[in-house]
């Protein structure tokens, strides 16, 4: 007899002939089912054919088996909702999961989600580098963090070695946002203490990393907006973050910009931008760059091509780079484990403040609907801030 605070959720046909290959499975507390077995239940958002997410995304509920070899089961945490995630859904992202049965759904399909952070709840016998209770980021990107719970080879996981003081979205949406923040202001130009950056989308979770860094780092920022209600608030808001100078895109493509440039830094040169627009504001942002700078592009909110004029690149000779934060983590991840625990001792040290979230509880009675609508709303304008899946126990 399960004790009473054990519910059983699942009874045999006839009370008292239950068949041997039967589980019976119980809910504790309604929080977390687990088979007789030792079988883990657990739900999923999941596609097998891309579209828009309202269409095409379902709630899979399936058994993860106890683990074994070097495999470790997972409970979610929290798991954030980028757009590159729905451009993946949407089947218009560069790198695509493959759709597979392995999950026991009744056509191939793939999890939706990339970003996230889990915490160890088992182990199998030939697993040295975890242990239960762990917290854990996904060491390559298509992982399927979009699910209460999962299992995979400890190989594929990077371990957050101190999650004291952290919170699970502080840690689940590192990877990303401040991660790609982080990298191109190291990686691209030669830039110094008292040097200056422009960029825009700076309200970004990527912009407001980047301005926090350039604080730290002694970096001078112009930081880019759209125009919207509210703007006075929104400059105040990232001037406290430690920009310098908050400008809206509309003061950048007026023609009267170069000169009010000179004087707001001085006439010093600008060696790094930073691009998440594209189309004519990219432009206007290249045009504010010193010679032989570099403009770097992560992303095209715009949906509008780069068009270069040829003097930039004959007479001012600035450099185009893209960066894709996805292909990073997977060439390098020493390098990422490296990065997110520096970012994560900034963050428990509290000199690195939280991009604002909305957080989407997802518990195990949450309904499909609700879930569903959360990754709809991401690709709204203007939003309170990004979506994050916070898992209930």
Avoid at 244 to 266: A, G, K, N, Q, Y
Wanted: contains cysteine.
């Amino acid at each position: 007899m399960p004790p009473r605070s054990v519910r059983p959720i699942a009874e045999p046909l006839f009370r008292g002939l239950r068949p041997k290959y039967q589980p019976t499975t119980y809910c504790l507390d309604r929080r977390r089912c687990i088979s007789a077995y030792g079988y883990t239940q657990a739900k999923a958002l999941v596609y097998s054919q891309y579209g828009e997410p309202q269409d095409v995304l379902s709630l899979h509920g399936h058994s993860i088996s106890p683990a074994h070899s070097t495999n470790v089961t997972l409970r979610f945490l929290a798991a954030p909702i980028n757009p590159a995630d729905i451009n993946q859904i949407q089947g218009v992202y560069p790198t695509k999961p493959p759709f597979t049965s392995s999950i026991g759904t009744a056509q191939p399909s793939a999890v939706a989600g990339n970003e996230g952070v889990a915490e160890v709840i088992s182990t199998g016998s030939g697993v040295k580098t975890l242990g239960k209770g762990d917290w854990v980021v996904m060491k390559s990107t298509g992982f399927g963090t979009w699910r209460t719970h999962a299992q995979t080879d400890e190989s594929n996981l990077l371990q957050i070695e101190d999650h004291s003081k952290l919170t699970p979205t502080q840690v689940g949406t590192v990877s990303v946002n401040p991660c790609t923040a982080y990298r191109m202001l190291r990686d691209f130009a030669p830039i110094r203490e008292g040097d200056w950056f422009i960029q825009n989308g700076a309200n970004s979770g990527v912009g407001r990393a980047a301005i926090q860094f350039g604080r730290l780092w002694g970096l001078k920022s112009i930081n880019v907006v759209r125009n919207r209600p509210g703007i006075d608030d929104l400059k105040k808001e990232l001037h406290g973050l430690g920009a310098d100078v908050v400008i809206t895109e509309d003061e950048l493509m007026d023609r009267s910009f170069p000169d009010h440039l000179r004087s707001l830094t001085s006439s010093s040169p600008i060696p790094l931008g930073l691009n998440c627009v594209g189309g004519k504001p990219a432009v206007a942002l290249a045009k504010a760059l010193a010679p032989s700078a570099h403009l770097v592009t992560y992303g095209a909110m715009s949906k509008q091509p780069l068009t270069l004029p040829a003097g930039l690149l004959i007479f001012k000779n600035i450099t185009f780079d893209g960066f894709w934060v996805s292909r990073w983590s997977d060439a390098h991840p020493s390098e990422k484990k490296r990065t997110v625990e520096e970012i994560l001792g900034l963050m428990r040290e509290s000199k690195l403040k939280d991009t604002p979230v909305s957080e989407v509880e997802w518990g195990w009675e949450t309904k499909a609907d609700v879930l569903k609508q959360a990754v709809a709303g991401t690709l709204d304008g203007f939003r309170g801030g990004k979506a994050v899946f916070v898992f209930k126990e």
